[in-house]
């Protein structure tokens, strides 16, 4: 794993990558482009046209690490220190939600529509944290950590351009800066520990199916619940990993 790591943090790379991602995604984000119209899929696939809402973030930073080759330090990946463990992280919710079942449209069975968004959930999810977690965190490891948690969330908030909706009142934007504010410090202590970007996307997946998963309350709160009981889990796993590395070093 690259751990290579500038002394300081190169901010007109920072401001290319995020002017990428807003660019990429907000065709999609703020509805200039609907490709479920332009593109029908069959069998409820258009759901995964969600995912390119998302997509800004990763694509800033596949620019920046392939294109512009940035220095900044890949220490969150998708193998991460466990592949095996990432990929047990990242299943709760998608298995949950085709168990549970998600209201299908065009008559679509219930536990079908589920898993789709379940899948679609994961790859929207890594596509964020691909770059947020991927590339930015890392870009800004040479700012404090307080101000690092509240540029991130900056930019996260910024990025989704939902002050640009005037039926959005002033204390939803206060709720979702918020919540960003403490994803961004505890989506950094999941990366830490864990280096994976399965994981940070996995529990990134809470918001989600929080926010944006049209089933009943009672199975979200189910979901999420076993969800992080498997989380704690595997955070518990990643310590001890560490610590048998350490004990073999």
């Known amino acids: 794993m690259d751990t290579i790591v500038n002394k300081h943090v190169k901010w007109t790379e920072v401001s290319l990558f995020f002017v990428v991602a807003v660019l990429v995604s907000a065709p999609f984000r703020l509805g200039m482009i ?45 193998k991460g220190k466990n592949l095996l463990l990432g990929l047990i992280s990242i299943l709760p919710i998608p298995v949950g939600l085709a168990i549970a079942g998600v209201r299908g449209a065009n008559g679509l069975a219930d536990h079908y529509s589920g898993l789709l968004f379940g899948i679609m959930l994961v790859f929207y999810a890594l596509c964020e944290e691909y770059g947020w977690r991927g590339y930015l965190q890392q870009a800004l490891s040479p700012v404090k950590l307080p101000y690092r948690i509240l540029l991130i969330t900056v930019f996260w908030y910024a990025w989704h351009l939902n002050f640009l909706n005037p039926a959005i009142s002033l204390k939803s934007h206060i709720i979702h800066f918020l919540s960003l504010l403490f994803g961004s410090w505890g989506l ?16 990134h ?37 560490d610590q048998t590395i350490l004990n073999k070093g």
């Open 34 to 78: 609907n490709m479920d119209q332009l593109l029908p899929l069959p069998g409820g696939f258009d759901v995964f046209y969600r995912v390119l809402r998302g997509i800004g973030p990763a694509t800033a930073a596949f620019l920046m690490f392939y294109v512009v080759k940035s220095k900044v330090g890949r220490t969150v990946t998708i």
């Open 188 to 203: 950094l202590k999941i990366s830490e520990v864990s280096g994976s970007l399965l994981f940070v996307s996995a529990v």
């Open 205 to 241: 997946l809470s918001f989600n199916l929080l926010m944006d998963t049209d089933c009943t309350s009672s199975s979200k709160l189910i979901i999420l619940g076993v969800s992080v009981l498997v989380w704690v889990g595997l955070v518990l796993l990643f310590i001890r990993l």
